[in-house]
């Protein structure tokens, strides 16, 4: 067996070779089932097919065999699900099953490529599919990028919609019963950022700050890697109004707002079918890069995804609306108490600390806004990742240009900062390590960065440096992530 130790703990990864976007997550009868772009014979990024693998509690997860292969129209690239409650389509005669509406992508030698869309069903929660016999459902003449729909049930105008890239842009249909298609509108021209291919698109609602009677519309568009940019590929959104047929935005063209400040949260979208007395949203992005993705240390497989994260909009302490994100709340049940201290000095977290090896960890801090303090996460010898907060800029930081493997890409080194927005009186952190990541939650999760490294196996070390001898953490814990502790 080959040692792997860059195999999160607790992020999902392939068993074997490639992966790259989350698809068609959806959820059904007790799981939550995520496909995702996989190349089955390769460790580099090839003929994509769909991934498959569930979990009941956002924890552990289970793969389970390849759901869509190739055929005559194309390979499989990304893609939603969507359960067909009330067989719209005529597939479920019995009762409610799985659609997946993913885009065929085809090339020939010697002719243009082409991206259609495309159904296929499943009448045993996901375990089989078929695919429609009238595919492609969906074409378009000039657009070569026609890709990744996304597709949700619009309750207002009873009907389908679906949001996907075209080109520099999104384009947004609706259908009746997911196989005829009508135009609505396109979004995107002169808004946003537009250095990169427009890819994955995603659009629901959200409540601002919990409040039923203030929703707004989020549009997540993931934006591909040009050379010119060193951020590579990442996501964007924007916060508007949707009526059915029309995204509306609430900022101006010049606005740019990311998603994740890292470099290693990409394609992300969000699952389909909660349950309504669950309420959530909930997201998951592929933890890499474009710009680097295909050339990572791999042992066995390559690719991984972020922990599955809750979205919620909440107004700032300027009256502006952000984008927030945090760990899903069952992570917790994955937690073996480590250190928990309150109201230490700087010098005592710090001999706190120093004894502790550990490789996938959940570490928390509320330390006074102002202040600055950085932690050394997998540490050794010379090796370390700083997550720190710099109060004087008001900043959240990672830097690994020391965290290990670095040189497979001359632009994977580097230190990645986030505006903390305008903090209350303390400043909270949550620092998620694992075996070849950091997640960094900061202040709720209004300024996120999620990078990757490639520590030593033995790098296990935590360490702590405050700026000010007088600081005192107004907490600290640490907990052990073991998804057996469960
Ligand atoms: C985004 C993306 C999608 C496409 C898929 C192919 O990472 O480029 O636009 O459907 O990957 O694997």
């Not at 939603?80 to 067989?87: E, G, R, Y």
């Not at 699952?271 to 933890?287: A, C, N, Q, T, V």
């Not at 042992?299 to 809750?310: I, N, Q, S, V």
Request: a negative charge; aromatic letters at 12%.
């Amino acid at each position: 067996m080959t040692k792997q130790n860059y195999r999160g703990l607790y992020h999902f990864s392939p068993k074997e070779k490639w992966m790259n976007d989350p698809n068609g997550m959806v959820y059904f009868k007790g799981e939550y089932h995520l496909f995702f772009q996989h190349h089955p014979k390769g460790l580099t990024w090839g003929t994509m097919h769909w991934g498959h693998a569930v979990t009941k509690d956002l924890v552990t997860w289970e793969e389970l065999e390849i759901a869509l292969a190739p055929d005559e129209f194309g390979t499989i690239f990304s893609g939603s699900a969507v359960v067909d409650w009330h067989n719209t389509t005529g597939f479920f005669e019995e009762e409610p099953g799985l659609v997946a509406i993913f885009t065929h992508h085809l090339e020939v030698p010697g002719s243009p490529l082409v991206e259609t869309q495309s159904l296929a069903y499943s009448k045993d929660r996901g375990r089989t599919w078929t695919k429609h016999e009238g595919n492609p459902v969906l074409k378009h003449d000039s657009y070569l990028d026609f890709r990744d729909p996304k597709v949700f049930w619009h309750y207002e105008t009873e009907r389908w919609i679906m949001i996907l890239a075209c080109g520099q842009t999104v384009c947004l249909y609706h259908s009746p019963d997911l196989k005829s298609w009508t135009f609505g509108s396109e979004f995107g021209a002169g808004i946003g950022f537009h250095g990169g291919v427009w890819e994955c698109p995603d659009l629901f609602p959200l409540n601002v700050d919990g409040d039923a009677s203030r929703q707004k519309w989020i549009l997540l568009v993931s934006i591909g890697d040009d050379p010119a940019y060193a951020e590579g590929s990442r996501t964007q959104y924007f916060t508007g109004n949707f009526d059915g047929l029309t995204f509306t935005p609430d900022q101006e063209s010049n606005t740019v707002r990311w998603l994740d400040h890292g470099r290693d949260n990409y394609a992300g979208v969000s699952w389909s079918d909660i349950p309504r007395e669950d309420g959530r949203r909930l997201f998951i992005g592929w933890m890499s890069n474009w710009k680097y993705a295909n050339l990572t240390p791999a042992e066995g497989f390559r690719g991984a995804m972020t922990l599955p994260r809750e979205l919620k909009l909440q107004t700032g302490k300027d009256g502006g609306i952000t984008l927030v994100q945090k760990p899903v709340q069952e992570l917790e049940s994955a937690r073996v108490p480590v250190l928990a201290l309150a109201n230490v000095t700087g010098a005592e977290a710090v001999q706190a600390l120093g004894s502790l090896q550990l490789d996938s960890y959940e570490l928390n801090v509320v330390i006074p806004s102002g202040s600055s303090l950085a932690f050394k996460v997998r540490t050794a010898g010379l090796e370390e990742t700083v997550v720190g907060v710099n109060g004087v800029r008001g900043e959240l930081y990672v830097d690994r240009t020391k965290s290990g493997l670095h040189d497979f890409h001359e632009q994977f080194r580097g230190v990645h900062t986030a505006k903390l927005q305008s903090p209350g009186e303390s400043i909270d952190l949550h620092i998620y390590v694992d075996r070849s990541s950091v997640e960094v939650f900061a202040n709720g999760g209004q300024a996120v960065i999620t990078d990757l490294i490639y520590p030593d196996a033995e790098s296990k070390g935590i360490s702590l440096a405050a700026d000010d001898d007088g600081l005192v953490l107004a907490s600290l814990t640490v907990y052990a992530l073991s998804p057996s502790a469960k």
